[in-house]
Nanobody
Framework: EVQLQASGGGLVRAGGSLRLSCVGS????????IGWFRQAPGKERERVSC???????SYTESVKGRFTTSSDNARKTMYLEMNDLKPEDTAVYSC????????????????WGQGTQVTVSS
């Protein structure tokens, strides 16, 4: 069964850090482009970061310089290191994958991990 398992969320104060993990199973991890998405209450889902063979590593503007994404193909795991967290980073974070060289979008992703809640207090 093709699966992604996200973990690592929690409650942290503004300026703090968290590290999210996304573990894949049931598919060839390195053949897929994987992204981190988040959705805050009342807002649309947005892609936070992505690793793909076409674009390398990319980030949405609001997290550049604070978030770092990386992957370990041997462990079939993608990470999202989040530093200097802000209250506006509060959201449910999910990972998603699509086969191929291009970053997944909300509509092209074929595998979704369950969300993990990140809450940043001011």
């Amino acid at each position: 069964e093709v699966q992604l398992q996200a973990s690592g969320g929690g409650l942290v104060r503004a300026g703090g850090s968290l590290r999210l993990s996304c573990v894949g199973s049931g598919f060839t991890f390195e053949d897929y482009a994987i992204g981190w998405f988040r959705q805050a209450p009342g807002k649309e889902r947005e892609r936070v970061s992505c690793i793909s063979k076409h674009t390398g590593t990319s980030y949405t503007e609001s997290v550049k310089g604070r978030f770092t994404t990386s992957s370990d193909n041997a462990r079939k795991t993608m990470y999202l290191e989040m530093n200097d967290l802000k209250p506006e980073d509060t959201a449910v974070y999910s990972c998603a994958a699509v086969w191929g060289h291009y970053c997944p979008t909300e509509y092209t992703a074929v595998v979704w991990g369950q969300g993990t809640q990140v809450t940043v207090s001011s």
